[in-house]
């Protein structure tokens, strides 16, 4: 339902489980022409953040706008959307490898990664320590939630959602529910509430019902995949650029900023964002398309 035209879901196998992915196969993007020249394109890869509901769903609005000129690779994340959702307590380590393993299986040679959010600095630890994997990155509010000494597993709500019985109860009643994913987006992800439209909301609910889809959300919200970037954005060494919207309810621009000026030989854009809040991919993506655009030739003029 929520496909962009002429993508198909496809799938790898990770140490974790299933991965589903969506690519550009069929019209109005190739054709019997193009077909044979597809192998050529670079590869363009986008990674969805987290939060109840996310899915490569978050970048739907953008990729086909670049199907023409790369070859798109769209995942969900083990544990989201249609991926496989192993009932497990999910780690950072789980993300770090089931990224670099679906880089490995879906991408010859060192590729252009988009990434968001906490995904987004999940992506700088794989790039640290494999950058062969990496061409450039554009990453959307790039954070670990804990940086520069914060940590959010000690904040309220993180404390109540270790409750057990609680967390589940949580889940049901006010993350996996259409009010609850209306709310969150108006209240805390988006900037202006009246860019949630209906079909955001309904996707988001879709993935956050899948069987098994509370525990990498509960993972996520109590904090057990949360990290201080700070810590390890010094060692990047791939070209990237970072958009961040200025009204990101989880981590300000301040944060962003002091992130980007710790590397700045890595770090060769920060383009900050009026009046748009996490995801400015889903809010503006029109927006979102043409400074990814303009980013990749800046990166690969300088990679």
């Not at 962009?4 to 019997?32: K, N």
């Not at 509370?214 to 970037?229: H, K, N, P, Q, W």
């Not at 989880?250 to 995801?279: H, K, S, W």
């Amino acid at each position: 339902m929520y496909q962009p035209l002429g993508f198909e879901q496809r799938s790898v196998i990770t140490s974790l489980g299933r991965m589903v992915y969506y690519t550009a196969v069929g019209l109005p993007w190739q054709d019997d022409k193009t077909t044979s020249t597809e192998t050529e394109k670079e590869t363009l890869v986008f990674l969805h953040g987290f939060g109840g509901g996310s899915s490569a769903y978050e970048w739907s609005k953008v990729y086909p706008a670049f199907a023409t000129e790369y070859r798109i690779i769209a995942p969900d994340l083990i544990g989201w959307g249609k991926s496989e959702h192993p009932p497990r307590d999910y780690t950072i380590s789980d993300y770090l490898t089931t990224i670099r393993e679906f880089l490995q299986q879906t991408c010859n040679g060192p590729v252009k990664v988009i990434a968001s959010s906490l995904t987004a600095g999940l992506t700088i630890r794989v790039a640290i320590t494999h950058p062969e994997l990496f061409q450039s990155l554009i990453l959307t509010t790039p954070a670990g939630l804990s940086d520069f000494g914060e940590d959010y597993s000690k904040s309220f709500f993180a404390q109540v959602v270790r409750v057990p019985l609680v967390d589940r109860l949580l889940y049901n009643t006010g993350i996996a529910t259409s009010g609850g994913i209306r709310s969150f987006l108006e209240e805390r992800q988006f900037a202006q509430a009246s860019r949630v439209y209906e079909e955001i909301v309904e996707a988001y609910l879709e993935s956050a019902q899948h069987p098994n889809a509370e525990y990498a959300a509960l993972s996520f919200v109590r904090g057990d995949l949360c990290f201080d970037l700070s810590l390890y954005i010094q060692q990047l060494v791939t070209p990237t650029a970072i958009i961040w919207g200025k009204k990101t309810a989880f981590t300000g621009p301040e944060i962003g900023r002091r992130l980007a000026q710790l590397n700045p030989q890595a770090i060769q854009v920060f383009q900050e964002l009026e009046d748009v809040g996490l995801t400015p991919q889903l809010e503006l993506p029109a927006v979102t398309i043409g400074l990814i655009r303009k980013f990749l030739a800046l990166l690969n003029g300088n990679s």
